[in-house]
């Protein structure tokens, strides 16, 4: 699952114009079910989740291996390409700048940090110098309340920025077009005069890479090329320079790398400390894919619509330095959701086939920012309004023991409790459905604490399902909640709960069984609402 700082946004969605199916009764049987095992699903787990994968980054290639896994057991068992050009896998370009590292330098009260421990990265290049001014994370949100340049004096000057999201407001907050209302760092130092921008990293910073979606579109761009000259410098700084720059100010270092928790009040730096930068950048290309599979259904109308299920197939890679175990393994994030959704296809494959058909995406990039989702809901392999909903797995692999005491499980769900997010949120009749098929099937106790208004921690913004419900797909997003292990290296399989697994991963085969075999699809009744 996505990490923190990605989420909130509220929005409105069109109701879907379709037959309600509150109403029907539950079937007796769902279909193959019971071919979905502990024991299949850890066989599949032990490669996905394996060292030699090295923790699945985007890009990679563990990632690359493990689509390729998935896809080739598609084939094996004799489903449907989904993807580009009659193959399982949707290409995905993508693009970061690096830096001219010989040519990128920043000149500070007679020091000059090079790439390393002065410079970390780029995210624009050019040439600027004068004074330093700090500015929170450099945003103004007026719908938050969030505007460090208020009475500050930015003309001129350099501003220094906490990498990350302000406290108080989330990802969707800084994914909508600037404006009177709305300012990125790069925007606000171009409106008030500034002349670049110096950002301190957090401890999550990685690589820059992003998804061209991101970017604004997917137009090819020749590797090395260097960035347009004329913008304002855009700089993420090393260790050696962080520390020049807050030395003997009221606040350190240490406090602006504090990611979402660091100050926001803006702080004018000692006038000695006027910095000069030269940075070039160049950009590099690279790929990753999707895995996209369709088995048909049975009916000869319904079978133009599906039921899609979805999981992330990536992972935070591996830790860039320390000793010991460095591998993010990611076998419960997401290494359960990735074959979970493997074993329903496969029960599909080898079972009867409901009257609709079923779509399953195995999602790359979720970790740095839903890349995968947001690729495929922008352009999709099928018309997203046949899809009558989405069903996501992401983590459904840990379980917290009786008498554990660690506040780090706090919200781990125990072996036969599962958070089911979203269904709340946009249909009465998935919602129903849901409940129903659980109260007749396996009866796993169904939390909805994070469909709760309040939730601190955004989970409905947090995964794969959240770009489908924005384009009107309803959803369930399914979730074990964050464990002492999330996003470290001791998300192992040997730590999963394979019996728990196997029974929520048969509790979301039966739930896309009747909604395949429904006469109708569920209505979108509510507006979305963060």
């Known amino acids: 699952m996505r990490a923190m700082n990605r989420f909130g946004l509220i929005v409105s969605l069109p109701l879907i114009a379709t037959l309600a199916i509150a109403g029907e009764p539950i079937a007796k049987g769902f279909g193959n079910e019971k071919a979905i095992t502990p024991e299949r ?16 980054d985007t890009p990679s290639r563990g990632l690359d291996i493990a689509t390729l896994y ?8 004799g489903a449907q390409p989904g993807g580009d050009n009659g193959t399982f896998f949707q290409q995905i370009r993508m693009a970061r700048q690096t830096l001219d590292r010989a040519n990128s330098t920043v000149q500070m009260g007679g020091q000059t940090y090079e790439y390393g421990d002065g410079i970390k990265g780029a995210n624009a290049a050019g040439q600027a110098s004068g004074g330093l001014v700090y500015v929170g994370h450099g945003y103004m949100i007026k719908s938050r309340n969030i505007n460090p340049y208020a009475g500050v004096n930015v003309k001129g000057k350099i501003l220094v920025v906490a990498m990350g999201v302000p406290k108080g407001a989330s990802f969707s907050d800084i994914r909508v077009p600037e404006g009177d209302d709305f300012l990125t760092p790069e925007g606000a130092a171009s409106k008030y005069g ?5 950002a301190i990293p957090n401890a999550r910073f990685n690589s820059r890479w992003r998804a061209d979606a991101e970017a604004g579109g997917f137009e090819p761009q020749k590797v090395e090329q260097p960035v347009a000259a004329g913008r304002l410098p855009s700089i993420i700084a090393g260790s050696a320079l962080a520390e020049a720059i807050f030395k003997g100010e009221k606040m350190s270092a240490a406090d602006a790398a504090k990611g979402s928790d660091a100050p926001e009040t803006a ?57 010991g175990d460095r591998i993010n393994n990611g076998a419960d994030d997401d290494g359960s959701g990735t074959v979970s959704i493997l074993e329903i296809a496969h029960a599909y494959l080898t079972g009867p086939r409901p009257k609709r058909s079923s779509i399953f995406v195995w999602h790359i990039g979720e970790e740095k920012g839903l890349w995968g989702s947001d690729y495929f809901t922008t352009y999709p392999t099928v018309d997203l309004k046949s899809i009558v909903a989405q069903l996501n797995i992401d983590m459904i692999g840990r379980s917290r023991p009786a008498g554990d005491t660690n506040p780090a499980n706090n919200v781990l769900t125990g072996p036969d409790e599962i958070y089911v997010v979203g269904s709340t949120k946009m249909s009465t009749d998935l919602q129903k459905l849901s409940e129903r098929v659980n109260a007749g099937f396996l009866n796993i106790k169904f939390n909805y604490k994070y469909d709760d208004p309040k939730d601190t921690e955004n989970i409905f913004y947090r995964s794969d399902h959240y770009n489908y419900a924005r384009k009107g797909v309803p959803i369930i997003f399914y979730f074990d909640g964050v464990h002492q292990d999330y996003h ?32 109708g699809r569920p209505v979108v009744d509510k507006p979305l609402k963060g």
């Open 70 to 77: 998935v896809a080739t057991q598609l084939k094996l068992w």
């Open 267 to 323: 702080i004018e730096l000692a006038p000695s400390k006027n910095a000069s930068i030269n940075v070039l950048n160049r950009n590099e290309v690279a790929y990753a894919r999707n895995v996209v599979a369709i088995v048909p259904g049975s009916d000869a109308k319904l079978k133009s619509e599906y039921v899609a299920y979805g999981a992330h197939i990536d992972h935070i890679g591996m830790n860039a330095s320390g000793s």
């Open 194 to 198: 500034a002349v670049g921008v110096i």
């Open 488 to 519: 470290q290296v001791g998300d192992e399989v040997s730590k999963i709960d394979f019996r728990k697994m196997s029974r929520v991963a048969r509790t979301v085969y039966a739930t896309g069984w009747e909604l395949a075999n429904g006469k």
């Open 41 to 56: 699903l850890k066989a599949h787990l032990e490669f996905i989740a394996s060292d030699e994968l090295e923790g699945r």
